[in-house]
C-alpha cells in the first residue's frame, strides 16, 4: 500500500485554494499505487480549514496548536514526518508555494527521502511511478524517479485541477503532537500585501505589466479593474520597487495559467515566461516589434501601452455595455 | 564572524537550453558557465557582512569536477578569503550536495551559511534547507532587503540582512508579503533576487584571486555517499507556444479575443 499525505496550506483558518490542486494531484498519484489519500491540516484555529479539506473526501489529521501559529519550518517538519510516519505514507505532497517550498525539504532530510520540486504530473504506475519537473526555467521538462522508499514532491498547482467535494466528507482526527523542542527561528512580524483583488494563481484574468511601464502601473490598474483581473509584474519592476514583491510571476515568482494573460510593457525574458506560458491565452502589448514576447503571444500589439491600455479599457467596458 | 557561501557552477542563464535528441541531457557544445545568480548575491550578502563588522572571514565552498573552480575564483575576485571544493567524480542531487556541505560546516564551525534559494540549472530549492535540518539549525529563506534595489541602502551597499548579537535577522518574501523573522546563529539564509546587487570583480580583485587558498576534499575524505536520491530519467522540450497574430488596433484585438480566443 502507498499512501499518500497531502500537507495543506491554510491562512488564518482558511483553507488555500492551491490544497486542493495538491490533493487532485495526490488522487492520481494514490490511482497509479493503490494508495489512500491523508491530508494533515497546521496552524493554530484550523477547525475550518481542515473541515474544507475533508469536504474532498479526505481523511484530516489536525495539529492545531499555539506553538504552530507561525509556519516555521523547525516545526512544521517534525509534525509533518510524524504525520508521514502515522498515516504509513510513501508520497508526501505540499503545494508548490513558499511554504511548501521552504518546510518540505527539511522533513525530506528527517525521513530520508528524495523530493522533485515543482511537479507537474506523473508517469508510471505502482512502484515505478515517475515525477515530471520543469528544469532551466522549464526549457526543459525531466522526467524524474526517486530512489528512496518516501518519496516527496512539491506540486505546480496549475497543472491540477482542484479535487471536487466528495459525496461524503472525510474524518477529521486530531495528530498528537511530537516534542517540538525549542525553535530556533522566531517569527517577529508579517507584513501583508492587501488587495482587494483575485489572487494571482487563482485568477481568470492577469494583466501584467513590466519595464515598458516605468514605474507608472496606474493603465495595469485600470485595465485589471475593469476586467476583474489580478495584477502581475515582471521581475525588473519588482526589483525597483515599483510594486510588492507578491506580485512577480516567473522563475521564481509565482505560476500562474489564467484564462487570459494580458502582458504590458514586458519584454518577455525566459524566468518571466516560465510563469505563465501555461496561460491559455497570452496577449501582449509592447513598443519594440522584436521583443521576444510576440514570439509566445496569441495576440501581440505592437504600440505603447500608455496609449494602449486605456483604449482596450474603454472598449472592455463598452463591451460589456 | 565566519560566513561560509556556497557557489554552484550553472549554464549562463542568458543562453538557450537545448533538449538532446535522445533525450539523455542538455546540448552543451558551445555552452558559457556562470556562478548560479542567487549564489553571487550570497557571496555580495556575505562581503557586505563582514564589512559592516570590520572584520571576519568568508569562506567559498563549490561541489563538482575541476571546472569549478572558475566559478570559485569569480567569487573570491569579489572579495571571498578562500575557497574549497569539493572534487566529485560523479554526479549527485541536492540531497548529496546538502550532506557534502554539511561534513564541511563541521570541519569550519561557521556562524552563517548563505546559499542561493535555487540554482537556476535544477531549480530544485532544497539544498539550503536540507542543511539546515542535518545540521539542526534554524533557517530564513527567500531573505531580502526592505529596500528596493534602486534605494540608496542599496547604493550605500547596506546589507538586508542584519546581526544583532548571537541572532541574524531577515526580512522573507513569502506569498501574500513579507515575513520578518530572527534565527538563532548559527544559522543558514538562503537568498531570493531582492537581497542586493553583486558587485563586478575588480581587476586587482581577479589578480588577487589568483593568490588565494583554495582547498580540495573529496566525498570520500568526508565520508559522504553522494549517490543521488533523485535521478533524471529522461529530458524533454515542453511543448512549443507558437507565436501568433499581430494585430493592428484594439478594435482587431477586442474582435480576435471575442470571437477567436472567446476569452472575454
Redesign the interface.
Given at each position: 500500500m502507498s499512501n499518500v499525505l497531502v500537507v495543506a496550506e491554510q491562512f488564518e483558518g482558511k483553507l488555500k485554494k492551491a490544497s486542493l490542486h495538491t490533493v487532485k494531484a495526490a488522487q492520481d498519484l494514490a490511482g497509479r499505487t493503490g494508495g489512500k489519500v491523508f491530508g494533515l491540516v497546521l496552524g493554530k484555529g484550523i477547525g475550518g480549514a481542515a473541515a474544507e479539506l475533508a469536504a474532498a473526501g479526505v481523511e484530516v489529521l489536525t495539529a492545531d496548536d499555539a506553538k504552530l501559529e507561525h509556519a516555521l519550518a523547525e516545526n512544521y517538519a517534525k509534525v509533518i514526518e510524524k504525520a508521514a510516519k502515522e498515516t504509513g505514507a510513501t508520497y508526501v505532497l505540499a503545494p508548490s508555494a513558499s511554504q511548501g517550498k521552504d518546510i518540505l525539504p527539511r522533513v525530506a532530510a528527517r525521513l530520508g527521502a528524495g523530493m522533485a520540486s515543482d511537479i507537474m504530473g506523473f508517469g508510471g504506475s505502482g512502484a515505478d511511478v515517475t515525477f515530471q519537473r520543469p528544469m532551466w526555467a522549464g526549457s526543459v521538462i525531466a522526467e524524474v524517479e526517486i530512489a528512496t522508499p518516501v518519496k516527496l514532491a512539491t506540486v505546480r498547482s496549475t497543472e491540477f485541477p482542484a479535487a471536487e467535494k466528495a459525496a461524503s466528507a472525510g474524518a477529521v482526527k486530531a495528530l498528537a503532537l511530537p516534542d517540538l523542542g525549542e525553535a530556533k527561528t522566531k517569527f517577529l512580524e508579517f507584513r501583508q500585501v492587501k488587495s482587494a483583488r483575485p489572487e494571482l494563481t487563482e485568477a481568470r484574468v492577469v494583466v501584467s505589466g513590466g519595464r515598458g511601464t516605468k514605474g507608472d502601473f496606474k493603465p495595469i490598474d485600470g485595465l485589471a479593474d475593469e476586467l476583474g483581473a489580478a495584477v502581475g509584474a515582471s521581475r525588473a519592476v519588482v526589483d525597483a520597487g515599483w510594486v510588492p514583491n507578491d506580485y512577480q510571476v516567473g522563475q521564481t515568482g509565482k505560476t500562474v495559467a489564467p484564462e487570459l494573460y494580458i502582458a504590458l510593457g514586458i519584454s518577455g525574458a525566459i524566468q518571466h515566461i516560465a510563469g505563465m506560458k501555461g496561460s491559455k491565452v497570452i496577449v501582449a502589448v509592447n513598443k519594440d516589434a522584436e521583443a521576444p514576447i510576440f514570439q509566445i503571444a496569441d495576440y501581440g500589439l505592437v504600440g505603447d501601452l500608455f496609449k494602449i491600455a486605456p483604449e482596450l479599457q474603454a472598449a472592455i467596458k463598452a463591451a460589456k455595455g | 564572524m565566519k560566513i561560509l557561501c556556497a557557489v554552484k557552477r550553472v549554464?549562463d542563464?542568458e543562453q538557450?537550453?537545448?533538449?538532446k535528441p535522445d533525450g539523455s541531457g542538455?546540448v552543451l557544445e558551445g555552452m558559457n558557465y556562470k556562478p548560479n545568480p542567487y549564489d553571487e548575491i550570497a557571496v555580495e550578502e556575505a562581503l557586505r557582512l563582514k564589512e559592516k563588522q570590520g572584520g571576519g572571514e568568508v569562506v567559498v565552498v563549490s561541489i563538482g569536477d575541476a571546472s569549478f573552480v572558475t566559478e570559485m575564483r569569480h567569487a573570491l575576485a569579489m572579495g571571498a578569503d578562500r575557497g574549497i571544493l569539493v572534487k566529485l567524480s560523479s554526479a549527485t542531487?541536492?540531497?548529496g550536495a546538502?550532506r557534502l556541505l554539511a561534513k564541511v560546516v563541521e570541519k569550519e564551525k561557521p556562524d552563517l551559511v548563505i546559499c542561493g534559494?535555487?540554482a537556476?540549472?535544477?531549480?530544485?530549492?532544497?539544498?539550503?534547507?536540507?542543511l539546515?535540518?542535518?545540521l539542526g539549525?534554524?533557517?530564513?529563506?527567500?531573505a531580502?532587503k526592505l529596500?528596493?534595489?534602486?534605494?540608496a541602502e542599496e547604493k550605500n551597499k547596506v546589507p538586508g540582512l542584519q546581526i544583532e548579537g548571537n541572532t541574524v535577522?531577515a526580512i522573507?518574501?513569502?506569498?501574500?508579503?513579507?515575513?520578518?523573522?530572527?534565527?538563532?546563529l548559527p544559522?543558514v539564509v538562503t537568498t531570493?533576487?531582492?537581497l542586493n546587487l553583486p558587485r563586478y570583480a575588480s581587476l586587482p580583485g581577479i589578480m588577487k584571486a589568483k593568490k588565494k587558498p583554495v582547498e580540495e576534499l573529496t566525498p570520500e575524505a568526508l565520508g559522504v555517499d553522494v549517490?543521488?536520491?533523485?535521478?533524471?530519467?529522461?529530458?524533454?522540450?515542453?511543448p512549443a507556444?507558437k507565436?501568433?497574430?499581430?494585430?493592428p488596433?484594439?478594435?482587431t484585438?477586442?474582435e480576435?479575443?471575442?470571437n477567436e480566443?472567446k476569452?472575454?
Amino acid at each position: 500500500m502507498s499512501n499518500v499525505l497531502v500537507v495543506a496550506e491554510q491562512f488564518e483558518g482558511k483553507l488555500k485554494k492551491a490544497s486542493l490542486h495538491t490533493v487532485k494531484a495526490a488522487q492520481d498519484l494514490a490511482g497509479r499505487t493503490g494508495g489512500k489519500v491523508f491530508g494533515l491540516v497546521l496552524g493554530k484555529g484550523i477547525g475550518g480549514a481542515a473541515a474544507e479539506l475533508a469536504a474532498a473526501g479526505v481523511e484530516v489529521l489536525t495539529a492545531d496548536d499555539a506553538k504552530l501559529e507561525h509556519a516555521l519550518a523547525e516545526n512544521y517538519a517534525k509534525v509533518i514526518e510524524k504525520a508521514a510516519k502515522e498515516t504509513g505514507a510513501t508520497y508526501v505532497l505540499a503545494p508548490s508555494a513558499s511554504q511548501g517550498k521552504d518546510i518540505l525539504p527539511r522533513v525530506a532530510a528527517r525521513l530520508g527521502a528524495g523530493m522533485a520540486s515543482d511537479i507537474m504530473g506523473f508517469g508510471g504506475s505502482g512502484a515505478d511511478v515517475t515525477f515530471q519537473r520543469p528544469m532551466w526555467a522549464g526549457s526543459v521538462i525531466a522526467e524524474v524517479e526517486i530512489a528512496t522508499p518516501v518519496k516527496l514532491a512539491t506540486v505546480r498547482s496549475t497543472e491540477f485541477p482542484a479535487a471536487e467535494k466528495a459525496a461524503s466528507a472525510g474524518a477529521v482526527k486530531a495528530l498528537a503532537l511530537p516534542d517540538l523542542g525549542e525553535a530556533k527561528t522566531k517569527f517577529l512580524e508579517f507584513r501583508q500585501v492587501k488587495s482587494a483583488r483575485p489572487e494571482l494563481t487563482e485568477a481568470r484574468v492577469v494583466v501584467s505589466g513590466g519595464r515598458g511601464t516605468k514605474g507608472d502601473f496606474k493603465p495595469i490598474d485600470g485595465l485589471a479593474d475593469e476586467l476583474g483581473a489580478a495584477v502581475g509584474a515582471s521581475r525588473a519592476v519588482v526589483d525597483a520597487g515599483w510594486v510588492p514583491n507578491d506580485y512577480q510571476v516567473g522563475q521564481t515568482g509565482k505560476t500562474v495559467a489564467p484564462e487570459l494573460y494580458i502582458a504590458l510593457g514586458i519584454s518577455g525574458a525566459i524566468q518571466h515566461i516560465a510563469g505563465m506560458k501555461g496561460s491559455k491565452v497570452i496577449v501582449a502589448v509592447n513598443k519594440d516589434a522584436e521583443a521576444p514576447i510576440f514570439q509566445i503571444a496569441d495576440y501581440g500589439l505592437v504600440g505603447d501601452l500608455f496609449k494602449i491600455a486605456p483604449e482596450l479599457q474603454a472598449a472592455i467596458k463598452a463591451a460589456k455595455g | 564572524m565566519k560566513i561560509l557561501c556556497a557557489v554552484k557552477r550553472v549554464e549562463d542563464p542568458e543562453q538557450k537550453i537545448k533538449v538532446k535528441p535522445d533525450g539523455s541531457g542538455i546540448v552543451l557544445e558551445g555552452m558559457n558557465y556562470k556562478p548560479n545568480p542567487y549564489d553571487e548575491i550570497a557571496v555580495e550578502e556575505a562581503l557586505r557582512l563582514k564589512e559592516k563588522q570590520g572584520g571576519g572571514e568568508v569562506v567559498v565552498v563549490s561541489i563538482g569536477d575541476a571546472s569549478f573552480v572558475t566559478e570559485m575564483r569569480h567569487a573570491l575576485a569579489m572579495g571571498a578569503d578562500r575557497g574549497i571544493l569539493v572534487k566529485l567524480s560523479s554526479a549527485t542531487d541536492s540531497d548529496g550536495a546538502a550532506r557534502l556541505l554539511a561534513k564541511v560546516v563541521e570541519k569550519e564551525k561557521p556562524d552563517l551559511v548563505i546559499c542561493g534559494r535555487q540554482a537556476v540549472d535544477d531549480d530544485q530549492g532544497q539544498t539550503g534547507q536540507l542543511l539546515a535540518e542535518y545540521l539542526g539549525w534554524g533557517q530564513a529563506t527567500f531573505a531580502a532587503k526592505l529596500e528596493s534595489l534602486e534605494s540608496a541602502e542599496e547604493k550605500n551597499k547596506v546589507p538586508g540582512l542584519q546581526i544583532e548579537g548571537n541572532t541574524v535577522k531577515a526580512i522573507r518574501e513569502v506569498d501574500g508579503g513579507l515575513e520578518f523573522v530572527q534565527v538563532a546563529l548559527p544559522a543558514v539564509v538562503t537568498t531570493e533576487l531582492r537581497l542586493n546587487l553583486p558587485r563586478y570583480a575588480s581587476l586587482p580583485g581577479i589578480m588577487k584571486a589568483k593568490k588565494k587558498p583554495v582547498e580540495e576534499l573529496t566525498p570520500e575524505a568526508l565520508g559522504v555517499d553522494v549517490a543521488p536520491k533523485v535521478k533524471v530519467r529522461k529530458m524533454s522540450s515542453p511543448p512549443a507556444r507558437k507565436g501568433g497574430t499581430i494585430v493592428p488596433d484594439v478594435a482587431t484585438l477586442m474582435e480576435k479575443l471575442k470571437n477567436e480566443a472567446k476569452v472575454l
